[in-house]
Structures are given as C-alpha cells and as structure tokens.
C-alpha cells in the first residue's frame, strides 16, 4: 500500500462548473477526512467517515459541497456551481480505529476556479 | 469552539536547536498532533502528545501540559531539509459522537539558515 492517494492532483474550472475529487485511503483504515487549506492557512476540516458513515459536517461544507463513501472504501468530495472562494488545497486523510493513531494524508487535489 | 495560536515564522542555524511553541483552547481535549508540511505537499505526521510530559523521537520532542493548553515541538541539530511549516494540531471529542477530527493551528513557517 502506498499511501492515500487522491486524484486529480490539480483542477481548473470556471466558475459555476462541478467537480468532482476521488480519494483512495489506506485500504485497512476504516476512518477518511476531508480537508480543505488555503495558502498560509492550516487545514480546515470539512468532513469525516467512519467506513461508510458520514458522522459529521463542518459548517464549512455549504450546500453545494457533497461527499460520499458508498462501500466504505474510497470517497469522493463534489463541488457544485463552484466559485472562486473554493479555490484551495483539498487533502484527504485516513485513519485506524484502533487507538489514538495519526491520521495519514494524501497529497492533495489543488484546485483553481477561473 | 477551539482556538490554537503558533508562531508564523521562524529562523533558525543549520546545526541548532529550534522551539515552536503551541498554545490552544479547546473542550473535550482528546491529543495534540504535530505534522510537518513541506510546500507543496501533503502534511506528515512528526508526534502525538495525549499525557503531560515529553515525547521524544530521534531530532523530534513534543511536549505538552494540559493544565496550561501549551505545546512545544523540539528540533534539535537543525539540517537544512528541516525548512517546512510545523502544524499544531488538536483533536477533541464530543460526547457521543465520538469525533476525532483536527483542528489545525496556521503553521509556523520555519526556515533553516547555514
């Protein structure tokens, strides 16, 4: 296993399109987070999944934010009718149930709306 | 609602010994988290606090007093590849719902100077 991997690496979109990020966790964690950093920022946390629950939501995650985890495996984080205030670095992160462990995380999709 | 506040930047000399000091306030304290992050890329973990006292980790101690909401992360002999931002990093707990997500402070930008 190689990590938590996210895809696309980059984006760019116009404003008002949707898009749509996949993340692969680490295949034994059962626990995925999104994250969103802006630059000089520290992350902000948008949303966390326990296998395929989606236990909770940042107030940060507006209505056109949506994010799934159909089989408990790997996510996927939409943005609709995106704005130029969405643009950031979007991480993922996975972690074990078992214990107080560190949460790993991939190495981000920077998007860019034009 | 959590706070965490860290120096936004730092020098220090190749061969040295840095301090970067954490301070936060938070309910539900539940782990204090470091990670490093190099620009560009993705945050990887450097140590986890949860008990007062010092964790010690090769050139890396994180340090942490509860009563105090006060963190310290401790590079010692200084190398150049050290230049990253160092992330403070809180995760609290929430009575029945069992989040673990972060809280992240803005970075301290450190940068390591022949």
């Known amino acids: 296993d190689t990590g938590v991997s996210q895809d696309p690496r980059h984006k760019i979109t116009k404003r008002g399109q949707n898009v749509t990020f996949r993340c692969d966790p680490i295949?034994?964690?059962?626990?995925l987070y999104w994250y969103r950093q802006t630059l000089g920022q520290g992350p902000e946390f948008l949303t966390y999944?326990?296998?395929?629950?989606?236990?909770?939501k940042s107030r940060l995650l507006s209505d056109r934010f949506s994010a799934e985890r159909p089989k408990g495996s790997f996510s996927t984080l939409e943005i609709q009718r995106t704005e130029q205030g969405d643009s950031a670095m979007y991480l993922c992160?996975?972690?074990?149930?078992?214990?107080?462990?560190?949460?790993?995380f991939g190495q981000g999709t920077r998007l860019t709306v034009v | 609602g959590q706070n965490i506040d860290q120096p936004t930047e730092m020098t220090a000399t190749e061969g040295a010994i840095v301090q970067i000091n954490c301070t936060y306030q938070?309910?539900?304290?539940?782990?204090l988290f470091w990670y490093q992050q190099h620009a560009g890329e993705a945050p990887t973990f450097l140590s986890y606090?949860?008990?007062?006292g010092l964790e010690e980790k090769g050139r890396f101690s994180s340090f942490l007093s509860r009563s105090k909401g006060y963190s310290y992360l401790l590079l010692k002999e200084l190398q150049m590849k050290d230049s990253a931002s160092y992330l403070c990093?809180?995760?609290?707990?929430?009575?029945?719902?069992?989040?673990?997500?972060?809280?992240f402070g803005k970075g301290t930008k450190l940068s390591v100077i022949p």
């Open positions: 992160a996975s972690s074990s149930f078992l214990g107080n462990t560190e949460a790993f």
């Open positions: 295949s034994e964690h059962n626990r």
């Open positions: 938070t309910s539900g304290f539940n782990g």
């Open positions: 606090n949860v008990l007062d």
């Open positions: 999944f326990q296998n395929e629950a989606q236990l909770e």
């Open positions: 990093a809180v995760r609290s707990t929430y009575s029945g719902a069992g989040s673990y997500q972060l809280t």
